[in-house]
């Protein structure tokens, strides 16, 4: 029960809420199939605010999941009662600003041999990362929640696999909660992200791994962290849930970048460079592999004519790159690119811009 209205219209009516632990903690239900299956509506229900209300005021349902969980019932059972009351009952801690990881991976298990090799790639270079490698039991929303809190980014692979699994959703909304940075990837061909994820991810680039090759979106995700200054001189590897609490603190090292006086001299790597040192990340995507000389003619051109520029450039990082562009990132590149452009090229670019007017 994923679709946010359907909860709505189920929480109306005042025979589903109590119908539904009745379902789930009568003894003479199936607890593998009608008990199990009860459990996982009432888990979907606790994102929908009214349905939560409702659920925190059924002191024998809750006393029952306390004692699900504690118990020796099947571990699918135990699984989803420790959800809910995380669901319930989150617990918000203040913890310091260091990381004992550099990302987390959020994903749905049926998608697991793509991520799962993203993650190897990402440990290979040295990046700290936190996945969950099999599916735990017992006190995974605890776990999680650790692993939510003591991680600089949250790596987000989107399919339908995953906005269809609640413990994906608690994953995801407790990463926007806890203000970490959140890295939309597409793992299934096509998808859209909709509804809840849709809101998290909103005005986010996703990296799309089905579109392109694996090499090349691989690229994209260390530009990501590339752009926010995600320090990876680390020695660690990945981590499995199993030793959350081992890694060591993250020694904070400011990134610099350097590029020549000359503009006409840059290289592509020059270019990033700039962008990433005048913090014009969202003109990262628009000028990828373009060099010194061709961002010089698109400063002319922005010059020449800036309000058309600038729908064009808006236009084409939202299209291509699933981006925005805003206006004060837009007149940042303009001044910021004034005294590095040499004067011939933005004559010659306003001498092109008149001729054409003329004609």
Request: hydrophobic share 40%; charged share 20%.
């Amino acid at each position: 029960m994923q679709h946010e209205q359907i909860k709505d219209e189920f929480v109306k009516h005042t025979d589903g809420i109590p119908l539904l632990p009745r379902c789930a903690t009568e003894t003479r239900f199936d607890g593998t199939k009608i008990q199990l299956s009860a459990l996982k509506i009432l888990m979907s229900l606790t994102f929908n605010n009214k349905g939560k209300s409702l659920l925190l005021k059924n002191d024998n349902f809750i006393q029952y999941l306390k004692t699900l969980v504690a118990s020796s019932k099947p571990p699918d059972l135990q699984k989803v009662a420790n959800g809910i009351l995380w669901r319930l009952f989150p617990k918000y801690e203040k913890h310091e600003s260091n990381f004992n990881y550099d990302a987390m991976i959020s994903y749905a298990h049926k998608d697991k041999e793509l991520c799962h090799r993203i993650c190897k790639t990402l440990a290979a270079d040295n990046f700290r990362i936190w996945i969950d490698l099999e599916q735990i039991h017992g006190t995974i929303m605890q776990v999680m929640a650790e692993a939510v809190e003591q991680s600089s980014y949250v790596i987000v692979c989107m399919s339908d696999n995953y906005i269809v699994s609640p413990y994906c959703q608690a994953e995801a909304q407790y990463a926007f909660e806890q203000r970490r940075i959140l890295i939309p990837l597409r793992v299934q061909s096509g998808y859209k992200p909709q509804g809840w994820l849709g809101f998290l991810l909103s005005g986010r680039m996703y990296i799309d791994f089905m579109k392109t090759n694996f090499d090349t979106a691989y690229a994209q995700l260390l530009l990501e962290f590339h752009l926010n200054q995600l320090d990876r001189k680390h020695n660690t590897t990945f981590v499995n849930h199993s030793n959350v609490n081992e890694s060591p603190a993250v020694i904070d090292e400011r990134i610099t970048y350097s590029y020549p006086n000359d503009v006409l001299q840059w290289t592509p790597a020059d270019v990033l460079n700039f962008l990433l040192d005048k913090q014009l990340n969202q003109m990262v995507p628009v000028c990828q592999q373009i060099d010194g000389r061709k961002l010089a003619e698109l400063y002319s051109l922005c010059r020449v004519n800036s309000p058309v520029m600038l729908q064009t450039l808006r236009s084409e990082t939202k299209e291509l790159h699933s981006a925005t562009l805003s206006t004060n990132i837009y007149l940042t590149f303009i001044h910021e690119m004034k005294n590095l452009t040499p004067k011939e090229i933005s004559n010659n670019a306003v001498q092109q811009s008149v001729a054409c007017t003329l004609l």
